[in-house]
Structures are given as structure tokens and as C-alpha cells.
């Protein structure tokens, strides 16, 4: 996100050593970190077995419809300002089976005090749902930390950052925690890097965010909702947010999916050619204050 008009370049390229200081994990439901070795295995063997999990579920979340409910807000102390930008839209397939980005939900936006940047789109379907796959893991460091209990589960902890920043490219910096019996991750809190530098004294900064995932299809854990809450300190001033995303009505294609226009049902032919509504067909549900976890 940027403050209109001024900006400020922070290359982040942390050691691992640091970034425990620097990101703070959340530490709600969570059990205590036990920092002994893999027990029946080894930390090489986890981390193969989780991106190769990773890379097979990231071609299985491609064939599945959804929708994604984003809210950014900025706030005053704990309290919304009255900037918001909001947008619902559901990811389907054509006649052809080619995804469709259909929008239900966009009220003008009312942000002011920051600007919504391509990067932020970018970040927000591709960076937020973090994925770490086998065709990726040399790209970066990956620091074992220990064990410790999400809720019921079992996962190991790891610190990841890039080895380097190459071109325009994006990553993500933090901690991932990987379930021990799917090995695929169920929960990430970090942030994309880095922030970025357009032009002179003109800034693109990026939130620190928590994803939850939840096993959806009795195999697959999928992304069902990310939280940011955090100040980001532009040359100019501290502006706070709020960003919520929340993912839901997981269906994969292929099986009996109803997509509705107007009240009614939308065949596959005519997918492409509908117009965008103005507003939702149903209200989207109110944010909670804390996402279910992942059982």
C-alpha cells in the first residue's frame, strides 16, 4: 500500500537470525515450542515431504471454485476511520474450463490516508494464500525451529526468508507451521517482501499477516481466511490497517455447482457473458473477530 504521493524504499533481506525479533509470531492457540528434532524422521526429509504436498495441492486448488471476500480499512487506534476498500467475487469456470473472476461486490472505495497498489492485488491472490512448493524451496532459507501444537494438531515450525530478491519478483518472509501427519501447511504469519521503491520519496509498503487453513475436502487444507492488523511507518506518517480475506464455498469443478445471477441459475455457456451485479446476491457475513481454526 502506498501514502499518496510519498514514498520510501525498505529492502528487506533479514538473516533468519533476526527475524524472530522483527516478526513476532501471534500466539493465540497455540501450545509451547518444543524445540527438539523430528521424531521417526528427519528435518531434510519434512521439509521434501511438505513441498512436494504443497506443489500437489496447489494443482488441486486450481480446480476448485470459490469465493474471496477482501475488506481493507485503515484505522484510529482500534477503531475503523470510515476508509474502507471492500470487494467480493467468486472464481469459476467457462464452458470451456478456463477460470472466471466474477465480481458480486464493489462499493466505491473510501481510503484515503493509502492507495491500493497493483502489488497489493498482486500479494492478495497469490501471496496471502501462501503456498511452498518443491519448485520453490531453493529460493529460500528454511530454518527448523521445533514442534508445537495448533489447537489439536501437531505441526513443525519452520522460519523462511529468501536467499535473495531477484528482479521484480515477490516472497514471503516468516514462519509456517506444517501438520505432521498431511505435511501441508496449516497456518503462515509473515509478510510479502520486499517493500518496494518506484520512484523518489515514494513508498509501497506491506502489512504483516496471519492465513489459516482448514482440511476441506478430507485431503486438502485450504486457505479460509487471513487477518492483517499493523502500522505501516511511511516517511510522511504512521498509517494503521486493518485487511481481512476470507475464502469460502470451496466446490471443486466438475461436481454439481450452482452459480446464481438475479436469483437465477446461470448456465455454464453464459457464464462469461453475464454482467456484473452491483451488489451480492447474498450479504456477505459479518467479520469475526478471530477465524476458526484449523481442527
Known amino acids: 500500500m502506498i501514502f499518496p504521493f510519498r514514498y520510501v524504499y525498505i529492502r528487506l533481506m533479514l538473516p533468519l537470525i533476526l527475524m524472530f525479533v522483527l516478526l513476532p509470531v501471534v500466539r493465540a492457540q497455540e501450545g509451547t515450542l518444543d524445540k527438539s528434532e523430528p521424531k521417526g524422521t528427519t528435518v531434510e526429509e519434512v521439509i521434501k ?18 469465493r474471496q471476500d477482501v475488506k481493507v480499512q485503515t484505522l484510529e487506534g482500534e477503531t475503523p476511520d470510515g476508509g474502507e476498500y471492500r470487494q467480493v467475487f467468486d472464481v469459476s469456470f467457462d464452458d470451456k474450463g478456463h477460470k472466471v473472476r466474477t465480481v458480486v461486490f464493489a462499493p466505491q472505495t473510501t ?87 518506484k520512484k523518489k520519496n515514494q513508498e509501497n509498503l506491506f502489512p504483516k499477516f496471519t492465513t489459516w487453513r482448514e482440511q476441506i475436502d478430507g485431503k486438502y487444507w485450504f486457505p479460509t481466511y487471513t487477518r492483517a492488523e499493523d502500522t505501516l511507518k511511511f516517511a510522511i ?8 480475506v476470507k475464502y469460502t464455498n470451496y466446490q471443486r469443478f466438475g461436481s454439481k455447482v450452482t452459480i446464481t445471477y438475479q436469483g437465477e441459475e446461470v448456465k455454464k455457456s453464459d457464464q462469461k457473458q453475464q454482467p456484473e451485479p452491483d451488489k451480492p446476491q447474498d450479504k456477505p457475513e459479518q467479520d469475526k473477530p478471530q477465524p476458526e481454526k484449523p481442527q
Open 49 to 66: 515431504r511438505f513441498a512436494a504436498k504443497e506443489k500437489e495441492f496447489q494443482a488441486a486448488r486450481d480446480l476448485y471454485t470459490y
Open 237 to 244: 506518517g504512521d498509517v494503521k490497517i486493518r485487511e481481512i
Open 111 to 197: 481510503l484515503a490516508r493509502v492507495v491500493m497498489t497493483t502489488e497489493d492485488f498482486d500479494d492478495i491472490e497469490n501471496r496471502l494464500p501462501f503456498v511452498l512448493t518443491s519448485d520453490e524451496i531453493g529460493e529460500y532459507d528454511i530454518l527448523y525451529i521445533g514442534q508445537q501444537k495448533q489447537d489439536e494438531l501437531s505441526t513443525y515450525v519452520f522460519d523462511i526468508a529468501p536467499k535473495q530478491i531477484a528482479g521484480k519478483k515477490r516472497y514471503f518472509q516468516g514462519r509456517i507451521w506444517v501438520d505432521d501427519h498431511d505435511f501441508q501447511i496449516v497456518k503462515t504469519y509473515g509478510k510479502t517482501v520486499p517493500d518496494i521503491k
